[in-house]
């Protein structure tokens, strides 16, 4: 628990793991209501959207698949075809990121949602894993692979040679500590909660990205940007859709209460910290590749931090 945790009242359909449910599926009433965390009110998703998907909405795993699988398999034709996706070891590197983004988003997504920071609508999900239904941890994979794939789309090609120190690496990392620290900041604020954390449990991957090869993303940095905004703001459109059907809902006891075309800010830091993670990680993966087919592997490991003096033309 962080230091801001109370003993709260689970959100519906959520009970405390030391705690069964009586027999008949009823709780007994207490003489004293007790209070939990409110919910942000945000309008209705549009009615022309919701008439597209009526059944889907009712469903967290359904409504993934149609909004987050069904693109999944259109970008992997487009990798495949755009030759982004050429070998086994391109879609490794998809794997390879698939795992490390479930490993590291499983506790913290757990501790939020025993926290009451979001819940979800009655009859959305059925099975959980440690409170996380299975949706949500089908997401953590979905979406890795739907950027990553999208990323392969675009067909990135980095340059195997050293890119000239920049002053994008100091800038970068300043740009990170500053929100590092208002993560921290936030963190220890009751509605500043929920988009503190996200920053200090993004942040620090992100720094250590960048501290690694953040020449080489500045190099190819129009690559990177159409990688990143392109499926955070389908995400977006998505989360907003969810949340105006009542599939999940935002308490606005640990959120700032500001949103953009009716989506939390929150939610909006979430999918673009996490796309902006996948895409620094798998174009520093094929950079790592590129350099492999000629300096050998220890020569492209080693060429991951760019040593300054050391010009773009330089092979080594």
Known sequence: MGPLAVRERP???????DRPRPAGGRRRRRGRQERR????????????VIAVLPPVTSSYLAYLAVTVGVPLLVVAVLARVRGGLRTPTDALGVVILMGIAFAYTFAWDAYLIERGVWWYGDGVVTDRVRGVPLGELSFFLLQTALTG??????????DPSRPAAVRSRP???????????VGLALFYTTQGYYLGYILL??????????VLGGPVLWRCRRTVAAAILVPTAYLWVVDRVAIGAGLWTISSTYSTGVHV???PVE??????VTNTLVVFGLILYRWVLARAERHGLVGGIRGLVPRAGVGSGDGR
């Open 11 to 17: 959100p519906p359909g959520v009970l405390p793991r």
């Open 261 to 263: 075309a009716g989506l």
């Open 201 to 210: 449990w993004a942040c620090p991957i992100l720094g250590f990205l960048w």
């Open 149 to 158: 794939l999208w990323l392969y789309a675009l067909d990135p090609s980095p």
């Open 37 to 48: 965390p409110r919910a942000v009110a945000l309008g209705p998703a549009p009615q022309g």
């Open 267 to 272: 939610e909006m830091a979430f999918f673009l």
């Open 171 to 181: 800038v970068g990392l300043l740009v990170l500590a500053v929100a590092e620290a």
